[in-house]
Every structure is written in C-alpha cells, then in structure tokens.
T-cell receptor, first 117, second 112 residues
Framework: GAVVSQHPSRVICKSGTSVKIECRSLDFQATTMFWYRQFPKQSLMLMATSNEGSKATYEQGVEKDKFLINHASLTLSTLTVTSAHPEDSSFYIC?????????????FGPGTRLTVL | AQSVTQPDIHITVSEGASLELRCNYSYGATPYLFWYVQSPGQGLQLLLKYFSGDTLVQGIKGFEAEFKRSQSSFNLRKPSVHWSDAAEYFCAVGAGGNKLVFGAGTILRVKS
C-alpha cells in the first residue's frame, strides 16, 4: 500500500496563530486526499475531501475559512488551521486515495497532534 | 444517515485466547464495510473489507469478519490473539463517494 507521512507529528501553538499541517504521499499518485479530525475516545470525523487541482469539498459544519485545504499536487496536501483556538486542539489525520469512486482504498497518515494554548 | 456503533470501548483478552470485536452499522443499501487497526504513531491500516459476495471475509494478520445483514453487523474475529495485536480497532461503513463513516473504536489490550 501507499506510504503517507504527516508533518509535524505534533505541534503546540498559541491561541490566535495559524498552523500548517502537511500530508505527503511518498510513493502514490493521490488524486484524492481526505482530512479527518479525531477527538479523544471518539471516532474519526471527515472534515473535507480534496481532489488535486480543485477546491476542497467540506463536510457540513466544518468552517472552510477556518480550515484551509490546499491540494496542489498528486503528492502533497496541506491543512492550515487559521487563528487557532483551544477548541481546535485535536488529532488531525489525512488519507490518500487514487479516486473518489468505487471505494478505492484509503491509505492513512500517522496523524498530527495539535495543541492550542 | 449512515452510522457505525462499536459497543465496546475497551476489551482485554489473554494472549492465545479468541477475540471478537463487535460492529453494528446503519445504512439503507448494501453497505461497504471495513475494519482498520491503529497502532500508536502509525496510520490506520486496513485489515479487511466487505463489498459483496461471500459474507465471511478473510483479512491480514489472521483476522476475519462476518457480514450479517439480518443483524446489521460486521464483527471482527481472530482465533488466537497475539500480544502484538494490542491496538485500537475501527469499524467503518462506506458513505458514498469513497467517504468513510467510522465507529468510535475499540481498544484491545492483551494480557500475558
């Protein structure tokens, strides 16, 4: 399967600052990338789906101006949490896929732990 | 709307004992079902999936799962657990457009 990395693995920032999280597909042409958020003892919640070169599609309730997603190439997607606040503290996970149909398998990154002070 | 319920938050089994992790789903049509495992510091890894056909699905690492439409269940099983199986396990259902809806997860502890 595909190897997916995320950087940084953990980040601590002050309230009001912006944080960028990178998701890289190391050996896989990822036409579709997904961003999830995981709260402690809860399931992964899909935040948005992005296709290379297109605007991301956000799930209901996810603020697109708060969580900026860029999928500029087949190997890189970034999630920027703008003006972060303590309630944005969470575990953010990306996954990659070769398509958005017929349940192409998703390959997951190891996640990024964001703590906003 | 699609949903997945994993009733057990934590399960502890002895090494060598059998394992069954429960998963119930809610979905209007024939579901696409998945089991993933998450180890600390690693991404979710696909154990097995069910799309159609034989309702007993074999996966990696000796895991299997059985799809039971009448019970809306897709329970994960392993006949003999190894200490390295300790991890968090997630059941998921396909929600259209390659989206996945996950359960809350079950943390498996293995005691020696």
């Amino acid at each position: 399967g595909a190897v997916v990395s995320q950087h940084p693995s953990r980040v601590i920032c002050k309230s009001g600052t912006s944080v960028k999280i990178e998701c890289r597909s190391l050996d896989f042409q990822a036409t579709t990338m997904f961003w999830y958020r995981q709260f402690p003892k809860q399931s992964l919640m899909l935040m948005a789906t992005s296709n290379e070169g297109s605007k991301a599609t956000y799930e209901q309730g996810v603020e697109k101006d708060k969580f900026l997603i860029n999928h500029a190439s087949l190997t890189l997607s970034t999630l920027t949490v703008t003006s972060a606040h303590p309630e944005d503290s969470s575990f953010y996970i990306c996954s990659v896929s070769q398509g958005a149909g017929s349940y192409n398998e998703q390959f997951f990154g190891p996640g990024t732990r964001l703590t906003v002070l | 709307a699609q949903s997945v319920t994993q009733p057990d938050i934590h399960i502890t089994v002895s090494e060598g004992a059998s394992l069954e992790l429960r998963c119930n789903y809610s979905y209007g049509a024939t579901p696409y079902l998945f089991w993933y495992v998450q180890s600390p510091g690693q991404g979710l890894q696909l154990l097995l999936k069910y799309f159609s056909g034989d309702t007993l699905v074999q996966g990696i690492k000796g895991f299997e799962a059985e799809f039971k439409r009448s019970q809306s269940s897709f329970n994960l099983r392993k006949p003999s657990v190894h200490w390295s199986d300790a991890a968090e396990y997630f059941c998921a259902v396909g929600a259209g457009g390659n989206k996945l809806v996950f359960g809350a997860g079950t943390i498996l502890r293995v005691k020696s």
